[in-house]
């Protein structure tokens, strides 16, 4: 498969579809608290996409093959040491102390738009909202690197260089990937690499950079359900995710949250 560059049409395509994944971040984020459940996250989800947006929940169905079922949820919502793809359900309820991570992808006029944010469930320890916050500035320095002439391994590097400075580990079994009316289009985003190498960005292109980070080994493992991923050690995970497009000056995030800042970063 080759790289897809975009046309100026696609692009504002996908700019409507990012917007869309955003609101539905957006749309949720008073609802994550104590006491509800995954299942009812994803309900409310799902009807605000289908019903509210008129769009179409990426995820649901997804990715069947003959050994597994495709994806059962219109959204990922994963949990403490669940690195990323945990199902939803009704029997998951928050609890003061959890860190979760919440997967949105959009299809809208045949176009994706895929974001993810974490939430703090009450009160946390130090050492758990630090890994969510190291892990949103890698997000944010990879996004740095993107402009036309720049190299994957760019965004790589500077995300596991941050990372490993503040002594976590880098998932190396997923990686962020290109989109468009595809969800899962070239080139793959890896969030390691060597400054300097890898392929060569150039505008127009759309991708999503999504560093998954773990407070222990980077080891992950697949449970029986097929989808699942959890970190091998049983220790803490945690994700960002936006969907870019390469501009003539820089890149261009598709899906922005209103009211959204950059981390300070180093």
């Given at each position: ?47 605000y ?15 069947a ?46 176009y ?33 690197q ?8 760019d ?10 400075n ?89 899906t ?10 180093p």
């Amino acid at each position: 498969m080759a790289i897809i560059i975009k046309t100026p049409e696609q692009i504002e395509k996908m700019r409507i579809a990012g917007r869309l994944a955003a609101d539905v971040l957006d749309m949720i984020t008073p609802k994550v608290r104590e006491g509800i459940s995954t299942g009812e996250l994803n309900e409310i989800c799902h009807d605000y996409m289908v019903n509210v947006q008129g769009t179409v929940p990426a995820p649901l169905h997804y990715g069947a093959q003959a050994d597994r079922p495709g994806f059962p949820s219109s959204i990922c919502t994963s949990l403490n040491e669940v690195v990323c793809h945990g199902i939803p359900s009704d029997s998951k309820k928050l609890k003061k102390g959890d860190i979760l991570n919440i997967d949105v992808t959009v299809i809208k006029d045949g176009y994706h738009g895929d974001t993810s944010a974490m939430f703090c469930i009450g009160e946390v320890e130090e050492y758990k909202q630090r890994l969510v916050n190291v892990t949103r500035e890698c997000l944010y320095l990879g996004i740095a690197q993107v402009r036309p002439g720049a190299r994957l391994g760019d965004i790589g590097a500077a995300i596991s260089k941050h990372a490993h400075n503040n002594h976590y580990s880098v998932v190396e079994d997923f990686c962020g990937h290109g989109i468009g009316e595809g969800f899962h289009e070239d080139p793959q985003v890896l969030h390691t690499g060597l400054a300097g190498t890898g392929e060569l960005l150039k505008e127009g292109m759309t991708f999503t950079i999504e560093p998954m980070i773990n407070l222990g080994k980077r080891g992950t493992r697949i449970k029986k359900d097929g989808w699942t991923a959890v970190t091998r050690d049983g220790r803490l995970s945690a994700q960002w995710e936006h969907t870019l497009v390469v501009t003539p000056e820089g890149c261009e995030i598709l899906t922005l949250r209103n009211g959204e800042t950059t981390p300070q970063l180093p």
